[in-house]
């Protein structure tokens, strides 16, 4: 049983300058956007923000290089990347070298075979086909040596790149990137195929009898794919090109995207509705579109993708939109495998020693044959499922000589530098603040996990905790239609600009009912200043049912949405996280302080007087001992269980209907560990890891240090 309570950044109180402004302009402005000019411009319902592309250092040599190309009919060969970043710039510039009659032809590198970037087996391919000029798109500005390489072929290279750049500026024709670090172009957050777009309509400038100067437009559905999928800032350019691409993916006129929706609508109604009925959201098309994008590069050969955006055949069209949809299936199960054998070694560790209760580092795992595709997904799913950053490993049984690893950051781990760090035990790596590649050699492997430990041990371990941030208090007559129109101004959502969360404060559960295959709670609520009751859904609470008992009071993180049925619209509220209200309690709201105090061998006499309560309010009883300890044979065995003290202490209260304060629990599990009846170790104060023990014989507790500090 995993356990765990987030942590709220609860929202700051309200500047006397906001409280006349609208709730959506109150948010942007606490969001840094404070003139009336700035918020005017971002909730305009066509963002005019945009840049002229010459900014770009190297724009006017590439443009110009890519016309003569052109008029010369230079044979072109774009080199792309298999996420659905660089495939969505692959299918961009590919599609427009086409409607302006050059000689083009695009390659893909495999995952599995070549890796990420020009790698030594697409150089090959490259000096093979041997074209005039080679334009990278996603990829390129780590590439220094592959460039060299076509330069000493006669071959001419244009790099669009949108990754971090060494010092080292590569040796080829152009280099088209914000990150360079003597950059002039004023946005630096575009992905790959965003600076793709920005190529295309520089060359619409430099090619006057081939194309019209706006006829760049025509391509920003694909580069608003390409920006949803990459998880770049939704601002600036970024949000110019996502809200009017979303509106073209709207009215798809593109025989691949179309194929794809119908194939996607077919597989799921509710999904397919989504996506057809009118302009689609941001997150309908990260959850419903991106992954069978993706799934092409995950399972294979990502060029399959780069077809289907780029054909003209309808029949093509539907074949491969109906392939990706089932890779995409074949990946959510090898996904799902791979995941549940990963949660067995992660809780049943070789070395009990690098277990969860006692690393401070990351969770690090590897499995044999695990799909390389895929491991970036398990590893964001244990991040979640753990609340702790991860690193999964596979291992090719074939060449056990080199592991290779996905790590996914939970909360602020310093993922990159703890890789530094450990450098001296890697061979590669490389990725941002959010997630990473690695490979690691097997002769070193012990090496590189005593190495992230000893990185952790010296940094604050809260660095890791997930914190949950609250824009804006809302009250019971802030639920309603008027409200969800107000913040869907604020549309489309993603990285920079996320979909506002609200704290909901002091509602009473009504009622808790799964639903969803039991994976999702729907609540009933009551709220004071509320006559009638409010439901709401809560995804992924399913499990946690018995924690909220009729008439628990919480306080609520949820989402405003606005539902349309038959004509009618209605407020759905989405419950991001549950905590329970303050009940003004030590014992229940500081659990952490009589913990701390009982540790440090303070009696339980003077525990009580300082949280204000009886002595007796701190001795558990026999029901509370034998409770608790049949909850742990039915609901805790035969796993490692991580737990939250005072989440714990809920669940059994609620499944015994007693009550019994988190205090007293953490007494019963240190006379059960000093029994011998589970194997307890505390991570801190208010979070404890444990395993049942099967004893024979009967087991007498009040042997125990702590039952006779309690009770003698």
């Known amino acids: 049983m995993i356990l765990l309570e987030k942590k709220w950044q609860e929202p700051q109180s309200i500047a006397s300058c906001e409280t006349k402004l609208s709730l959506t302009k ?13 918020i005017s411009t971002f909730l305009a319902e066509h963002p005019n923000v945009w840049h ?8 006017k040599e590439a443009a110009t290089r890519i016309a003569a190309a052109v008029t010369g009919a230079e044979r072109i060969l774009i080199y792309g990347d298999y996420d659905a970043d660089g495939v969505t710039a692959t299918a961009l510039l590919t599609l427009f070298l086409r409607k302006v009659h050059a000689n083009v032809e695009y390659y893909v590198p495999n995952r599995l075979k070549d890796g990420y970037g020009m790698s030594e087996g697409g150089v090959d391919y490259i000096l093979e086909k041997h074209p005039d000029l080679v334009i990278t798109v996603d990829c390129g500005v780590a590439n220094e040596e592959a460039v060299m390489a076509l330069n000493d072929a006669n071959i001419d290279t244009i790099i669009t790149d949108h990754h971090e750049m060494k010092e080292d500026i590569p040796p080829a024709l152009a280099v088209i990137c914000a990150k360079r670090q003597d950059n002039t172009y004023p946005f630096v957050h575009l992905c790959g195929a965003g600076v793709a777009l920005k190529l295309v309509e520089a ?11 706006n006829d760049w437009q025509e391509y920003l559905d694909i580069a608003a794919l390409g920006t949803i999928a990459d998880v770049v800032s939704i601002t600036g350019e970024n949000r110019t090109i996502v809200k009017e691409g979303l509106s073209s993916i709207g009215n798809a006129k593109r025989l691949g995207l179309q194929a794809l929706m119908t194939a996607v609508s077919s597989a799921s109604p509710t999904a397919g509705k989504a ?19 993706n799934a092409a590069g995950r399972m294979g050969d990502a060029s399959r993708a780069v077809a289907l955006l780029t054909t003209n055949q309808p029949n093509e069209a539907k074949r491969l939109a109906t392939e990706l949809v089932e890779e995409n299936v074949r990946r959510q199960d090898m996904e799902q495998m791979v995941f549940n054998d990963a949660v067995k070694l992660i809780e049943n560790p070789v070395d009990p020693k ?37 690193i999964v490993f596979t291992r090719n049984t074939n060449d056990k000589d080199v592991m290779k690893g996905s790590a996914r950051v939970c909360g602020g781990y310093p993922i990159l530098e703890a890789l530094s760090y450990a450098r001296e035990t890697i061979l590669e790596y490389g990725g941002h603040k959010k997630a990473a590649g690695l490979s690691v050699e097997s002769k070193h492997w012990d090496a590189f996990l005593d190495a992230m430990e000893a990185f952790s041990n010296e940094r604050d371990i809260g660095e890791d905790d997930v914190q949950i941030e609250l824009e804006r208090e809302i009250f019971a007559d802030d639920l309603n239609v008027e409200t969800c129109k107000e913040i869907m101004q604020l549309a489309p959502f993603g990285e920079g600009n996320r979909e506002p969360l609200f704290l909901l404060r002091n509602a009473t559960i009504v009622s808790a009912t799964k639903c969803g295959n039991d994976r999702h709670l729907k609540l009933s609520l009551a709220l004071d200043g509320c006559r009638e009751m409010k439901d709401a859904i809560a995804f992924g609470f399913g499990d946690k049912k018995d924690l909220f008992a009729a008439g628990s009071k919480v306080d609520l993180a949820v989402e405003l949405m606005l539902n349309e049925w038959n004509g009618r619209e209605t407020v759905s509220i989405q419950v991001a996280d549950i905590h329970f209200t303050s009940r003004g309690q030590m014992l229940y709201d500081a659990i952490g302080v009589p913990e701390k105090l009982f540790r440090n061998k303070l009696g339980v006499k003077q525990i009580a007087m300082l949280s204000k309560t009886s002595e007796a309010t701190l001795k558990p009883t026999g029901d509370m001992v034998k409770n608790t300890y049949q909850f742990i044979r039915n609901q805790c065995a035969n796993e490692m269980n991580i737990c939250d003290i005072r989440l714990l202490s809920r669940m059994i209260s609620s499944n015994y209907s007693m009550e019994m304060n988190p205090f007293q629990l953490s007494r019963i599990l240190d006379i059960f560990s000093e029994a011998g009846l589970i194997d307890l170790l ?7 890891c444990f395993s049942l023990l099967f004893v024979d014989g009967k087991v007498k507790l009040e042997n125990t240090k702590t039952y006779r500090i309690l009770f003698e």
Not at 203 to 213: G, H
């Open 52 to 59: 002229d592309p010459f900014l770009f250092r190297d724009m």
């Open 203 to 213: 060359c619409c400038r430099c090619m006057p009898n081939r194309t019209l100067p």
């Open 354 to 390: 690098r277990s969860l209760a006692h690393t401070k580092g990351p969770i690090i795992v590897c499995g044999d044959d695990w799909h390389i595709g895929i491991i970036g997904i398990v590893a964001a799913r244990i991040c979640s499922k753990y609340q702790k950053t991860a």
């Open 682 to 688: 505390r991570m801190n104060d208010e979070r404890v």
């Open 275 to 293: 996506l057809t009925s009118g302009t689609p959201s941001a997150t309908t098309v990260a959850f419903q579109i991106i992954p069978k994008i």
């Open 26 to 38: 109150s948010l942007l402005f606490s969001r840094g956007l404070q003139s009336n000019e700035e």
